[in-house]
């Protein structure tokens, strides 16, 4: 089979096209014909090994142990194991996987769920990691409820398109904050209020909220608080700069410290993949009331411009990669 592989850690540019020997699905997996893979700032740090720190924490630390990148799935089951139940050949599965920028790829079966028959597959390839990091951050971490004031920063892009809607399904008054070019999208959406943070400072004073979620961002904590309700909730999900050994760890671990010492609750989220919040997600999407912002697809042999394209910060929601 084809499959995108890569050696070494590096730029996108250690990725390569090769044919390889399909996976074979253990008594527990299913082995899933890919139609479509999620691109997002995970896949960029598998890549790179980036921070240092999460090379120790099991990537690989002289080399990648996993050849094939990315973790978004959506596809066809094509054999499952003796052990699997619920699932057969032929369904159509949506979820995450080792692996998945390949033309089969195995997956544990408490991984993958039914995909929504209203979704595409390269709709439903956006959806897994970028959706559940969503939800958990506003339900799990920051207890969102009807009523509250929820800003949303980074809500232009992959976790934040779906943020905004989720927070706006469970009833909250959402500011999205993002570039000029994505107010309309943000609007579009059904956020309350839109911020381009290039003519305007959510932290100005002016509105405090309930609960803020900075997505992939770097701004400082005290610049945060500014715009923090006095016993908010600060969810960081994700975050760049930083450093080669720790990224944007550091800045979540000065939040959890400092959370002990002021009533704002501070701190940060890393997603888990769970099957239960995937069917919560599957019944959003299978409402209307969620749907997946998908700006790109790219085929199987550009997955380093799609990594990069995404790397440059234009995307608008989702980029995907079809098989």
Same mark, same amino acid.
């Given at each position: 089979m084809k499959a995108i592989v890569?050696?070494?850690? +590096? $730029?996108?540019? =250690?990725?390569?096209?090769?044919?390889?020997?399909?996976p074979v699905n253990g008594d527990d997996d299913v082995l899933v014909r890919v139609h479509a893979a999620g691109v997002d700032q995970g896949v960029w740090h598998e890549v790179a090994g980036l921070p240092y720190l999460f090379r120790i924490? +099991?990537? +690989?630390?002289?080399?990648?142990? /996993?050849?094939?990148?990315?973790?978004?799935?959506?596809?066809?089951?094509?054999? =499952?194991?003796?052990?699997v139940t619920g699932l057969r050949p032929g369904d159509e599965v949506f979820g995450t996987c080792r692996g998945p920028f390949a033309e089969h790829?195995?997956?544990?079966?408490?991984?993958?769920?039914?995909?929504?028959? /209203?979704? $595409?597959?390269?709709?439903?390839?956006?959806?897994?990691?970028?959706a559940a990091t969503a939800l958990q951050a506003l339900r799990d971490k920051g207890n969102v409820r009807a009523g509250q004031r929820v800003l949303i920063i980074g809500a232009g892009g992959g976790v934040g398109t779906f943020a905004v809607q989720l927070a706006k399904a469970y009833g909250a008054e959402v500011t999205g904050v993002c570039s000029t070019a994505k107010t309309e999208l943000v609007r579009s959406l059904g956020a309350d209020h839109v911020i381009d943070y290039t003519q305007e400072d959510f932290a100005d004073g002016r509105n405090r909220h309930d609960i803020i979620l900075d997505i992939a961002g770097n701004r400082s904590l005290s610049h945060l608080r500014r715009a923090l309700a006095r016993e908010g909730t600060l969810v960081i999900v994700g975050g760049e700069g930083g450093g080669k050994w720790f990224g944007g760890i550091d800045r979540q671990l000065r939040a959890q410290m400092l959370s002990l010492f002021v009533r704002q609750k501070l701190g940060t989220l890393i997603a888990t993949a769970r099957k239960d919040d995937l069917r919560v997600l599957r019944e959003f999407l299978e409402a209307g009331t969620v749907k997946p912002v998908v700006d790109r697809t790219f085929a199987l042999s550009e997955v380093a411009e799609a990594i990069r394209y995404l790397r440059e910060g234009h995307a608008r929601g989702k980029v995907v990669v079809t098989v």
């Open positions: 890569q050696d070494r850690y +590096g $730029s996108p540019d =250690v990725l390569e096209l090769r044919e390889i020997e399909r924490a +099991g990537i +690989g630390v002289r080399a990648p142990k /996993n050849p094939i990148p990315g973790h978004d799935v959506a596809g066809t089951v094509e054999a =499952v194991g003796e052990k790829a195995c997956a544990r079966a408490d991984r993958l769920v039914p995909k929504p028959a /209203n979704l $595409s597959f390269a709709q439903a390839a956006a959806v897994p990691t970028s």
